[in-house]
């Protein structure tokens, strides 16, 4: 969807996160579909739990095995990137995102998503908890903060862009971040926390009005804090004007993010801005499928009593 900046501020935010990918040496031919190393899920199968998981309000997350709280993302929602098309695998992390050791993703649910996006097509992560569902591979561990709104990002080497930006002033006291020894706590870790905010009004007071849309001023919330879950869901409707804003997940780019491949169940298309990324979704696909994994292409509506929906016409490649 294209969108219209109405200040120098806006267009910053709109666009600061996107970085400039370089061309990986792994597999970009679009024609070659080698045998995925996993089941393939069925086209019937990916929808029914993409819109599960969208519907799915559960504030208490438990890791596989320990039991050990995790944040919302671990069992309920999507985890999601929208980006670009080029000469690059898309679920591959930029020069940029590696340098800066973060990568921006999103997290979707019914209660907390953009009335548009920042591009028309992307991909979705199965976390950990799905994937044991399904006896499929599953992100597990590597986040590390969350942004109730996009904090612009791209250029912060503070904690992997989780550190606090802009003209607040340095607190000398540190505070402890939530100690729990779930398999992400080498990840995990929120500005918030560090400086010892703890709730809704202390975000609202440290962070100001945002109506300028320079959303540099916010803190992270640890992304394993569920505290932090709940007053970032409790934060976004106290800034009805910024609703179009999508939120902002920082993963730790430890590689190339190559890996990420088993882990996308799907490519999304924005079904408001279906001609211009159609094209791109397509391509998301064909790479996809190129470099060992056949997924569907879905489109997501958030008008839509089902939000994601499947349709033969937007396939580049026939699924399972």
């Known amino acids: ?8 501020a806006l267009c910053v935010l709109l666009y600061g996160c996107a970085l400039t990918q370089s061309k990986p040496s792994h ?14 899920q069925s086209t019937d ?6 819109n599960r998981l969208y519907n799915d309000d559960q504030n208490d997350c438990r890791e596989i095995g320990t039991l050990l709280p995790r944040g919302h993302y671990y069992c309920s929602g999507l ?22 050791g973060g990568a921006a993703f999103s997290w979707i649910r019914k209660d907390m998503h953009p009335s548009m996006m920042l591009s028309p097509s992307g991909f979705i992560l199965r976390t950990a908890k799905e994937g044991e569902r399904y006896g499929l591979p599953g992100y597990d561990a590597g986040l590390i903060c969350f942004y109730p709104f996009d904090a612009s990002t791209s250029g912060n080497m503070r904690h992997n862009g989780c550190g606090r930006q802009g003209s607040k002033p340095t607190t000398q006291a540190v505070y402890p971040q939530p100690d729990v020894p779930h398999r992400n706590a080498a990840y995990a870790w929120g500005s918030c926390e560090d400086i010892g905010i703890r709730t809704v009004a202390e ?3 440290y962070t100001g009005d945002l109506q300028a849309g320079d959303t540099h001023s916010q803190c992270s919330w640890n992304v394993d804090s569920q505290a932090g879950w709940n007053n970032a869901l409790a934060i976004a409707p106290l800034y009805p004007s910024l609703d179009f804003i999508w939120n902002e997940l920082i993963m730790a780019t430890v590689d190339d993010g190559y890996a990420l491949k088993d882990d996308i169940p799907a490519v999304f298309l924005y079904a408001p801005s279906r001609e ?10 064909r790479k996809l499928a190129a470099n060992g994994n056949t997924v569907p292409i879905v489109r997501l509506d958030y008008q839509a009593q089902q939000p994601f ?12």
Request: with cysteine; net charge negative.
């Open 1 to 8: 969807m294209k969108m219209i900046c109405t200040s120098l």
């Open 27 to 40: 597999n970009l031919d679009v024609v070659a579909t080698p045998q995925a190393a996993h089941r393939v």
């Open 45 to 50: 199968e990916v929808v029914a739990s993409l």
């Open 79 to 100: 985890l999601i990137r929208a980006t670009s098309d080029g000469d690059y695998l898309p679920w591959t992390f930029s020069p940029g995102a590696i340098a800066q």
């Open 203 to 205: 975000w609202v007071e």
């Open 276 to 285: 211009e990324g159609l094209e791109a979704a397509r391509n998301f696909q």
């Open 309 to 320: 929906s499947f349709h033969a016409e937007d396939q580049a490649i026939a699924g399972p």
